[in-house]
């Protein structure tokens, strides 16, 4: 395995178009203030000696060695020894609705944002346990694979919108079993599913499918967001909220009858999202309750420095620059590569 040991070093890239930038500029007042002076080419035949191409190569030579320098002080490193680590966890997977609903704003800024959330705090939470996600709305599918991986996790959370899928509807039952085919072959670890929706629009087999998920062992929890009493659905970027074909304001409301059925089948809670934390809180208590197992995974423990090739490399570079005189060696004169 490849890494750095201090990434952070890579930035210093940024610098080394504006060097480049500035040698271009540089190099092209020179010319102008040549052209003062008299002719270009007049002025070549009576300079012979001044090559047309070292500088260049000159200034090629120092850039690539200090874009090699960069690397070497991040600090390239190899793997050279996996270890076998034995962790203590659960396994849990998050199935969130990311239909058109779940942008109603009847629930502090938004009901999938205030889900975002809940599922950022709750991935905080989580301590030696796998977490993977699933999103879902006329279709459902596998955002991030079960890990624990959890700044990927929570990189993949930002990115989530309800542009990722184009068909419309609420697929609680694919989304479910999905999540179920899901889950690693570990055995004896405890599994949940969380399913984060609204329960409105949902297609049939939702309760069939916690059940199913039950009688393999996983739980599946729901946490509804919204409020029973509805609200409109804004349209981005406007002050305007969508509307059905006859051309009224379109009003979504939480089914919690649907999702109080579909935790019950598959033996879990339900918890409705307001503004508090009360569904922040059930939900970690419930994942405390889980069944833990010894989870196995390699890792790699030892390092070995790789330096010392960057090194070499930057040593052969400076060399190069230092004996390349930026006059024209009368040796060469009839090879124009080194004119």
């Not at 690397?71 to 962790?87: C, D, E, N, Y």
């Not at 977490?131 to 624990?148: K, M, R």
């Not at 833990?292 to 490399?313: L, M, P």
Request: overall charge positive.
């Amino acid at each position: 395995m490849f890494r750095f040991a201090d990434p952070t070093y890579l930035y210093l890239f940024i610098i080394l178009p504006f060097i480049v930038l500035f040698y271009l500029y540089s190099n092209y007042k020179r010319r102008k203030a040549i052209k003062k002076f008299g002719d270009p080419e007049l002025m070549a035949q009576l300079m012979p000696d001044v090559s047309k191409y070292r500088p260049d190569v000159k200034f090629w030579l120092i850039f690539a060695a200090l874009a090699f320098t960069i690397v070497l002080i991040a600090r390239p490193q190899f793997g050279s020894k996996t270890q076998k680590i034995k962790r203590t966890g659960v396994e849990v997977i998050i199935a969130l609705d990311i239909s058109n609903s779940m942008l109603a704003e009847d629930v502090t800024p938004s009901r999938l944002d205030k889900a975002k959330m809940l599922v950022s705090k709750m991935v905080d939470e989580l301590d030696q346990d796998k977490v993977g996600l699933i999103v879902f709305a006329g279709d459902a599918y596998t955002q991030l694979p079960i890990t624990s991986d959890y700044i990927s996790a929570k990189m993949f959370l930002e990115t989530i919108t309800p542009a990722l899928i184009a068909r419309q509807g609420t697929a609680i039952g694919s989304a479910i079993d999905l999540a179920t085919r899901s889950f690693t072959a570990q055995k004896g670890v405890g599994r949940a599913i969380i399913l984060i929706t609204d329960g409105e629009n949902h297609e049939d087999g939702a309760v069939e499918a916690a059940k199913a998920a039950k009688e393999k062992g996983i739980i599946v929890h729901v946490l509804g967001v919204g409020s029973p009493n509805g609200s409109p659905i804004p349209i981005g970027g406007t002050t305007n909220f969508r509307k059905d074909r006859q051309g009224n304001v379109i009003i979504t409301r939480l089914n919690e009858s649907m999702c109080r059925e579909i935790s019950a089948a598959g033996k879990g809670i339900y918890v409705r999202v307001d503004n508090t934390n009360t569904a922040q809180k059930a939900l970690n208590n419930e994942i405390d309750k889980m069944a833990k197992a010894d989870v196995e995974s390699s890792r790699y423990t030892d390092f070995d420095e790789q330096f010392q090739g960057v090194a070499w490399i930057i040593l052969i570079l400076l060399l190069a620059e230092l004996l390349l005189l930026e006059r024209k060696n009368p040796l060469f004169k009839n090879i124009k590569l080194f004119s």
